[in-house]
């Protein structure tokens, strides 16, 4: 027997393989073959063999990244990290250079012991490029201000420094850019100043550029520009009131009554030389008579809609408008010669047929009545005791209504218009009982 395993190698052959087999399970148990991926980004090498004074290239973001897959035992992998990992494109090895886009084959190398090259695989060998000229334009720089400054203050002029900002890079990129706007941090400021600012640089979509199509730009300085904003703060001043002007000459055998404007007031924002000049003024706005041109009419004038800033009654450089709007409705009243109006409460015009489960309001506290005399002095006339006024509301429920208001008038005087209002009917309140009641 002792002889027969002493000289028997086929014996000993078999149990080393059964020992390296169970070694070779344990390792694979404990230690197994695994593929892991890794998004790498793309490094580029030899810019210069296509940028010259007139060609550059441009990459899409989606080839900027590639995903790289490898395979090992899982103690290496537990080693490797994207920092190990380098994809080149090296432009040097573009073969054809009159295609569109450019192929440029993309290497891969592993800084790891233990890493096998063919178990290394990528999502894509080559990448695109496009070749394009270089193109230049001048830009308008546009100042944004965000943030609001102190209590009582307003931004009111801002002088960029530079205004404008030449900008280099491939045409497709310099052809879609649409404004070019310094973003400026004025938050809580309560004095002159300057402030500094990078730009953004939208398309004409309004879509801001990304960090990576930024890069394929350059600017007069060969870096990202920075800007400075010359600040100058403005101070408020409320309840600036309105007079207009007007020009021109009614229809003939009428007058004009009143001249309004809403809203009358408004809160203004300026230098401190042009508030001056407001108060000099008393804090008055005057809209000019050319504005409002009346020639030949024989009714109100109800059509003028005047714009303080883009109508110049303002001058931007010095004073605007703090509200989101500066446009003034003007109306201007004309009345027959010989005639005035005047303004009658509504609380004495008597309600003919209301319903008794009814009750009954206005918009207005007052109505206007046009009244022409014949032989008496208009400036002796008092609404509250010469005029009997009333309304019918026969037939009518609950509801909003246009109403025509009767009116009856002294002998001598003459009513020039209809007068109407709009009335509000509602049902009245239901009162609940209560025990004892």
């Given at each position: 027997?002792?002889?027969?395993?002493?000289?028997?190698?086929?014996?000993?052959?078999?149990?080393?393989?059964?020992?390296?087999?169970?070694?070779?399970?344990?390792?694979?148990?404990?230690?197994?073959?695994?593929?892991?991926?890794?998004?790498?980004?793309?490094?580029?090498?030899?810019?210069?063999y296509?940028?010259?004074?007139?060609?550059?290239?441009?990459?899409?973001?989606?080839?900027?990244?590639?995903?790289?897959?490898?395979?090992a035992n899982?103690?290496?992998?537990?080693?490797?990290?994207?920092?190990?990992?380098?994809?080149?494109?090296?432009?040097?090895?573009?073969?054809?250079?009159?295609?569109?886009?450019?192929?440029?084959?993309?290497?891969?190398?592993?800084?790891?012991?233990?890493?096998?090259?063919?178990?290394?695989?990528?999502?894509?060998?080559?990448?695109?490029?496009?070749?394009?000229?270089?193109?230049?334009?001048?830009?308008?720089?546009?100042?944004?201000?965000?943030?609001?400054?102190?209590?009582?203050?307003?931004?009111?002029?801002?002088?960029?420094?530079?205004?404008t900002?030449?900008?280099?890079?491939?045409?497709?990129?310099?052809?879609?850019?649409?404004?070019?706007?310094?973003?400026?941090?004025?938050?809580?400021?309560?004095?002159?100043?300057?402030?500094?600012?990078?730009?953004?640089?939208?398309?004409?979509?309004?879509?801001?550029?990304?960090?990576?199509?930024?890069?394929?730009?350059?600017?007069?300085?060969?870096?990202?520009?920075?800007?400075?904003?010359?600040?100058?703060?403005?101070?408020k001043?409320?309840?600036?009131?309105?007079?207009?002007?007007?020009?021109?000459?009614p229809?003939?055998?009428?007058?004009?009554?009143?001249?309004?404007?809403?809203?009358?007031?408004?809160?203004?924002?300026?230098?401190?030389?042009?508030?001056?000049?407001?108060?000099?003024?008393?804090?008055?706005?005057?809209?000019?008579?050319?504005?409002v041109?009346?020639?030949?009419?024989?009714?109100?004038?109800?059509?003028?809609?005047?714009?303080?800033?883009?109508?110049?009654?303002?001058?931007?450089?010095?004073?605007?408008?703090?509200?989101?709007?500066?446009?003034?409705?003007v109306?201007?009243?004309?009345?027959?010669?010989?005639?005035?109006?005047?303004?009658?409460?509504?609380?004495?015009?008597?309600?003919?047929?209301?319903a008794?489960?009814?009750?009954?309001?206005?918009?207005?506290?007052?109505?206007?009545?046009?009244?022409?005399?014949?032989?008496?002095?208009?400036?002796?006339?008092?609404?509250?005791?010469?005029?009997?006024?009333?309304?019918?509301?026969?037939?009518?429920?609950?509801?909003?209504?246009?109403?025509?208001?009767?009116?009856?008038?002294?002998?001598?005087?003459?009513?020039?218009?209809?007068?109407?209002?709009?009335?509000?009917?509602?049902?009245?309140?239901?009162?609940?009982?209560?025990?004892?009641?």
């Open positions: 027997m002792k002889k027969f395993l002493t000289n028997n190698w086929a014996l000993k052959i078999l149990s080393i393989i059964v020992a390296v087999l169970i070694w070779y399970l344990v390792v694979q148990v404990s230690n197994p073959y695994t593929r892991q991926p890794y998004d790498v980004p793309v490094e580029i090498l030899n810019e210069s296509i940028v010259s004074g007139k060609k550059t290239f441009r990459i899409d973001d989606q080839y900027r990244t590639l995903r790289v897959t490898v395979g899982q103690s290496t992998l537990k080693k490797l990290d994207v920092s190990k990992i380098r994809l080149t494109a090296d432009l040097t090895q573009i073969v054809d250079m009159t295609s569109s886009p450019v192929y440029v084959p993309v290497n891969v190398s592993v800084d790891l012991t233990g890493i096998d090259e063919k178990n290394i695989t990528l999502s894509r060998t080559t990448i695109p490029i496009t070749i394009e000229d270089i193109e230049n334009a001048t830009f308008d720089v546009e100042a944004d201000c965000e943030g609001k400054p102190g209590s009582g203050y307003e931004v009111g002029t801002v002088s960029l420094n530079p205004a900002v030449n900008i280099s890079g491939p045409e497709s990129i310099i052809d879609i850019i649409g404004r070019v706007v310094a973003k400026i941090n004025v938050n809580g400021m309560k004095e002159d100043g300057i402030e500094t600012a990078e730009f953004k640089i939208y398309d004409k979509n309004g879509t801001e550029f990304t960090e990576k199509t930024m890069d394929y730009l350059t600017f007069d300085n060969g870096m990202t520009p920075q800007i400075n904003a010359e600040i100058s703060l403005w101070k001043r409320e309840k600036v009131k309105i007079r207009v002007e007007y020009s021109g000459e229809a003939q055998g009428f007058q004009v009554g009143e001249v309004t404007a809403t809203p009358s007031e408004v809160t203004v924002v300026g230098s401190q030389e042009a508030l001056d000049e407001l108060a000099e003024a008393g804090n008055v706005i005057t809209i000019p008579g050319e504005l041109n009346i020639d030949y009419a024989s009714q109100d004038r109800d059509d003028f809609s005047i714009d303080l800033m883009k109508d110049k009654v303002l001058d931007e450089t010095k004073i605007r408008v703090a509200e989101n709007t500066s446009a003034i409705k109306v201007v009243t004309v009345l027959p010669n010989g005639s005035q109006e005047f303004l009658m409460d509504v609380e004495q015009i008597q309600k003919m047929n209301l008794e489960d009814l009750t009954l309001s206005y918009d207005q506290s007052t109505v206007p009545i046009r009244i022409k005399a014949s032989d008496h002095n208009l400036d002796q006339f008092d609404p509250a005791a010469m005029v009997q006024a009333s309304i019918d509301l026969s037939n009518k429920g609950e509801g909003d209504y246009p109403v025509t208001v009767n009116v009856s008038l002294p002998e001598g005087y003459e009513l020039v218009d209809w007068v109407s209002t709009v009335v509000h009917l509602k049902k009245k309140a239901e009162v609940t009982k209560t025990d004892g009641d």
